[in-house]
């Protein structure tokens, strides 16, 4: 089945890199996803990675995949108060467009 | 392009009231699937729908339910409404018929039972 785990909250400095963490259970994942939620607002699809990949950059954005441990990251580099949010990770599987999502991470940008 | 629309962005009801919430996808999406976000439960997947055909359901109560209209804008309507489904449901699209493609969510439709 699906379940997919993150930690709750991370605090870091404006300009330093943030780190969110995320494991899932379901092997048979076919693509990851990183969503953005911003206060009062939708999600906003940041970045995926199909599972054959082991890493994707794209700008400030690095996507991390160790399948063998089904563990997935993100790395925001030079994080700005812009970045403040709540990411979720999300897979899908199972040959459907369902997709599973973690509880979520908040990050807080401090200037 | 506009992005995903739904409307409205926010419904007041009352418990034993039904609802009906539209979503219009990505000029192009034909493929519309529901999600239900709640603080307790996060986010659930509810149903997805393609070329006016439910393909996936989740595991929600047979008062939830969807429909799509040939110009692949959705509607969900939830009946006999309860306290516990005050939630933000949220609509997402992608472009077609493949499977696991990136899904690009509305801002969502907040709903509060009274």
């Known amino acids: 089945g699906e379940d997919v785990e993150q930690s709750l909250f991370l605090s870091v400095r404006e300009g330093d890199s943030s780190v969110i963490n995320c494991t899932y259970t379901?092997?048979?994942?076919?693509?990851l996803y990183w969503y953005k939620q911003e206060p009062g607002a939708g999600l906003q699809l940041l970045t995926y990675i199909f599972s054959n990949m082991d890493m994707k950059q794209d700008q400030r954005l690095t996507v991390l995949l160790n399948k063998k441990d089904k563990h997935l990251s993100l790395r925001i580099a030079d994080t700005q108060t812009g970045d403040s949010a709540i990411y979720f990770c999300?897979?899908?599987?199972?040959?459907?467009?369902?997709?599973?999502f973690g509880k979520g991470n908040q990050v807080v940008v401090i200037p | 392009k506009a992005g995903v629309t739904q409307t409205p962005r926010y419904l007041i009801k009352t418990r034993g009231q039904q609802v009906t919430l539209s979503c219009s996808p990505i000029s192009g999406h034909r493929s519309v699937s529901w999600y239900q976000q709640t603080p307790g439960q996060g986010l659930q997947f509810l149903f997805e729908y393609f070329s006016e055909t439910q393909r996936n359901k989740g595991n929600f109560p047979g008062r939830f339910s969807g429909r799509q209209f040939s110009n692949s804008r959705s509607e969900m309507n939830v009946s006999t409404l309860e306290l516990g489904d005050s939630a933000l449901y949220l609509c997402a699209s992608s472009p077609d018929g493949a499977l696991n493609q990136p899904q690009h969510f509305g801002d969502g439709t907040r709903l509060s039972i009274l």
């Open positions: 999300a897979e899908s599987s199972g040959g459907n467009n369902r997709l599973a």
């Open positions: 379901d092997s048979s994942s076919t693509y």
